[in-house]
Structure formats: structure tokens, C-alpha cells
């Protein structure tokens, strides 16, 4: 026998752990403090790796995994982590999966035990279907460690593919994010930056300038304003660490845990009085307003959590909620560029409404726009191939879809913002609403082009046959005729009428034909 049992004062039976046990426990409790002690300094005003995982965390819930895994190789620093954290929690009292890289143990550079911990912590949340947030703070493939760190970014790229649109990916970047580091975040679904620390980029500027002789700064090639304004890399900008972990707790509210659950639901909100939209779209047609004063008075509560808000703001993509449950807005902006569609708005709501159909979140289009950006510019960068991109997503798209056209719908751009041939479900219409193959000014000067150069008053005969063009094709109507508008509503009933919409699209099925998959022009 290894253990000696007594009988206590209380009459309870007791066991003595031998003497060796102790000194294994003390050797235990040791190791547990060399794996969690920093590997170095930390950068001025930075929280460590595991700070940020228990500030993103609920109080208590976080399960470390490879606490104890350790560097590979023979030489003398071989420290235990290897400059990731990984494991899992909650977040809301949901499950997730985290790992956040530790710039204090060699740069936070990927190495193999590094890459291995990553891709377990992949496969652990795949097999438990639950979202993955990685808190990107690196330096990058370990160069000491050669083919074997670019072997597992490899594996972690192959685990990041195999998870798309399976469970959530989020990833945070709050340090540098460079070379093959960078092409994680770029798979996963939304990425988070930090205003004036966080820097994302293939190759830094160092390089850039010793091959090509171009002087720039980080901030200017990848930081955090770069990537949400103007290449679209992030998603979200935030104003330091706690607001970048913030969001990333606001977006999960919205999420499922997985693409056979459905997102979370929360007690209705409130609804603005929605009796002033009856005079929110202006006379003038091409009078500009905010898209998103429509937005929030049909929403609950007002609340929108927009997506790539600073990148192509002439359409907007926004998370919100109607009557407790997650839905996703795709809106034409009219306050910039007239809400036309050009290649970067077509992609970055093309994506978006992928993201959405992945994950079962309702669509709700709201329609204000003239069609696509014509020009040479655009059609030489490839406008055709690149805005089929959210004409083949709205089509692709099984989950409820939900359009309401509230003032002009031309050309290609009525077909693509969500309508009944691209296999919307319920399509509402304001009466201010135009849906034609083009604006009236454009329509009659094609049309009546001989008329109009053989009157004797060409402007006064241009007039007429605008009104009389606006009477007829510039109205809701003829579509309504068609079956292509469901019912033409008053503007203040709007959010009734997405509401029940929504409610009789919950069951909805729509089966696709079995395939690998298709083939998006990218």
C-alpha cells in the first residue's frame, strides 16, 4: 500500500500522502509560475497575452490549454507557452475559444510547439462548435526555426479555411501583423484594429524601401486607419485594447455559436416613432439624407453595429436586432457618392451578405440607389467581374431576405440590392420610390433624342416628357403591377411591416442543389 489510513478526531478516515508528494506538488506549483511569467518586457501601456484573454473573458471561466508545451530545440531558453496562450471560456456565459499571441517570448514569432498549440486549439473548436477570437500581437514565422514555422501558418491557414462559415473567427490585432501573419486574420471573418498601435502589412517598410526605394511608415502602409479606410482589411477600428476587446464581446452577442445554431435572442427592444419618416426622403431627387436615420428608426432600440463603417461609405453593413433577433442591414448611403455601387462598396457587401447567409442572420436591404459607378477608372479596375460579386452573393443567399426600396432603384442597381429576381422573399416599397432602367433625365434625352433636337423649345419639351416619365416608370407601381414590389407601404410603417416579414420568414427552407461549391468571380 502507498498511502497509511488513520482514523481522525471526528471518527472520519484520513490518508497521509507519502513524503515524496509534497516535493512533486511544489515542483507542480513551480512550473505553473515559470509558464506564466513574462518572457521580458512588455511595450509601455500594452496588457500581457493572458491580462487581455481574462478582460475579454467572463470573470473566472478561462481553461488554459499547453500550459506547459515548451520550445522546440536543444538550446538554453526553451519557455514554456511558447509565446501563445491558448484555451477557452466564456464570453456572455457562452463558450469560446482563445488564443492570444505573447510579444514578451521571442517577438510573439510563430514557432513549431507555437503553430501546433494554435492549430489544437482550431481543431478543439471546430469539433465543439464554438467561435475562435485570436488576439494577433506577433512578429511574424520564427526565422530560427526555418520551413517548420511556415509549415504550421500553413496549418493554421488550412484550419482557418476548413472553419469558414462553420464557427465565427474574429480576430483582434493589437500589435504588429506581418508577412505570412497577416493572411490568417485576413480569412476569418471580422478583424479588429487599434488606432495607432496595431500595423498589418505583407511586407514592412524597411523592406519595401530597400526593394523598390519607397520611403513609408508603418502607419501608413498597414496601421489601423489604412486598413479600415482605405484597403478594407479590418473591419473595425478601435480606440485602444479595451474597446477593441469591447467590440469583439458586442459582436458575439450578435453571432451563433455555430452555422447549425441560431444567433442568440434577447427580450424585443424599443422602437423609435417612426411617424417623421414619413418626410425624411427630400423632393429633389438628387437631395442627399442619412440613410441610417431610417436605419435606427426601424431597428430595436436604434442600434446598429456597423461593419467596415469607415471603408466605402456609400453603402453601409450593419449587425442589428429586430425584436430581440439578429438581423443584417445592407443599406445604399445616399450622404456619399449618392449611394452608387462601385467595386469597393460591391465587395464589402458582397461579403457581408456571405458572412450572413453562413451563419443564418436575415437580411434586410434598404434601397436608395442610382446602379453602378460608370467610368474608365472603374471598368478598367474590373467593375464587372468585381460587382458580379454581390449580384452572385444575393443570389447564393437561403436565409429570409427582406427589401424595401425607399427612393431610386435604377439599372443594375435595382436588380442587385436584394430584389424578388435575385430571390428575396418580401419586397416592400415606399411611395417615393422610382424603379426604373434609369433616371428620367437620362431616359427621356435617349428616347426623344431626335424631338428633342427638332422642337422649337427643346427644355419645355424635355420637361413635359420628364413629368410624364416620372408619372409612370418613376413611380412604385409598374413593379407593383408585376408582383415584383409585394405591397407599397406608407413610410412610418416600415418597421410593422419588417417585423412581420421577419416572423413569417422564420421557417424558411430553401434547398440548393448538392454541389462542392460554386464559383464566385473573384
Known amino acids: 500500500m502507498t498511502r497509511e489510513a488513520t482514523t481522525s478526531r471526528n471518527g472520519d478516515t484520513a490518508a497521509h500522502a507519502p513524503d515524496g508528494t509534497a516535493a512533486r506538488l511544489a515542483e507542480l506549483e513551480s512550473r505553473r509560475v515559470r509558464a506564466v511569467a513574462p518572457g521580458g518586457a512588455r ?75 494554435t492549430v489544437a486549439l482550431m481543431d478543439l473548436a471546430l469539433k465543439i462548435g464554438c467561435p475562435v477570437v485570436g488576439l494577433n500581437d506577433g512578429g511574424g514565422a520564427r526565422i530560427q526555426e526555418g520551413v517548420a514555422s511556415l509549415a504550421l501558418y500553413a496549418e493554421l491557414v488550412r484550419r482557418n479555411v476548413r472553419a469558414s462559415g462553420v464557427i465565427p473567427q474574429i480576430s483582434v490585432v493589437l500589435g504588429p501583423c506581418a508577412g505570412g501573419a497577416a493572411y490568417s486574420p485576413a480569412i ?85 416613432d417612426g411617424a417623421w419618416l414619413d418626410e425624411v426622403v427630400p423632393d429633389r431627387l438628387g437631395q442627399a439624407y442619412d440613410m441610417r436615420d431610417i436605419l435606427h428608426a426601424v431597428v430595436d432600440d436604434g442600434e446598429l453595429l456597423e461593419v467596415q463603417a469607415l471603408f466605402a461609405p456609400n453603402i453601409v453593413c450593419a449587425l442589428a436586432r429586430v425584436e430581440g433577433r439578429t438581423v443584417g442591414v445592407v443599406a445604399n448611403q445616399p450622404l456619399h457618392a449618392a449611394g452608387v455601387l462601385d467595386i469597393d462598396a460591391s465587395e464589402k457587401a458582397a461579403r457581408f451578405v456571405r458572412f450572413c447567409d453562413a451563419f443564418g442572420i436575415p437580411l434586410l436591404t434598404f434601397a436608395d440607389v442610382p446602379g453602378y459607378l460608370s467610368g474608365v477608372r472603374q471598368e478598367q479596375a474590373g467593375i464587372i467581374r468585381r460587382g458580379a460579386k454581390l449580384l452572385y452573393a444575393y443570389a447564393e443567399a437561403t436565409v429570409p431576405k427582406v427589401t424595401v426600396v425607399v ?23 415606399w411611395p417615393t420610390a422610382r424603379i426604373a432602367v434609369m433616371g428620367a433625365e437620362g431616359a427621356v434625352g435617349i428616347l426623344y433624342r431626335r424631338e428633342l433636337a427638332a422642337a422649337a423649345d427643346p427644355q419645355a419639351l424635355r420637361a413635359r ?20 414590389v409585394d405591397a407599397v407601404i406608407a413610410p412610418h410603417e416600415t418597421r410593422d411591416q419588417v417585423c412581420r416579414a421577419l416572423r413569417t420568414l422564420r421557417g424558411k427552407r430553401a434547398p440548393m442543389p448538392e454541389r462542392r461549391h460554386g464559383n464566385i468571380p473573384l
Do not use: W
Not at 65 to 83: E, Q, S
Open 465 to 484: 416628357l420628364v413629368a410624364a416619365y416620372e408619372s409612370t416608370h418613376g413611380t412604385p407601381y409598374l413593379a407593383a403591377e408585376r408582383g415584383y
Open 43 to 117: 511595450r509601455r501601456g500594452r496588457l500581457g497575452a493572458r491580462e487581455r484573454i481574462e478582460r475579454l473573458l467572463d470573470a473566472g471561466s478561462f481553461t488554459e490549454t499547453g500550459l506547459f508545451v515548451r520550445a522546440r530545440g536543444d538550446g538554453a531558453r526553451r519557455p514554456y507557452g511558447d509565446g501563445v496562450v491558448t484555451g477557452h471560456g466564456t464570453v456572455d456565459g457562452r463558450p469560446v475559444c482563445v488564443f492570444a499571441q505573447d510579444s514578451t517570448v521571442f517577438g510573439g514569432s510563430m514557432g513549431e510547439a507555437f503553430g501546433e498549440k
Open 188 to 272: 476569418t471573418d471580422l478583424t479588429v484594429m487599434v488606432d495607432g498601435a496595431s500595423h498589418m502589412f505583407v511586407t514592412g517598410p524597411d523592406v519595401i524601401e530597400a526593394v523598390t526605394g519607397e520611403r513609408t511608415s508603418a502607419e501608413e502602409l498597414g496601421g489601423a486607419r489604412t486598413s479600415n479606410t482605405v484597403n478594407g482589411n479590418a473591419h473595425f477600428l478601435a480606440a485602444d485594447e479595451e474597446d477593441a476587446l469591447d467590440t469583439v464581446r458586442d459582436l458575439l452577442s450578435y453571432l451563433p455559436a455555430n452555422n447549425l445554431e441560431r444567433p442568440p435572442e434577447y427580450a424585443p427592444g424599443s422602437a423609435r
Open 407 to 429: 427612393r431610386k432603384a435604377y439599372g443594375g442597381g435595382y436588380a442587385v440590392m436584394g430584389s424578388k429576381h435575385l430571390g428575396a422573399d418580401v419586397n416592400l416599397a
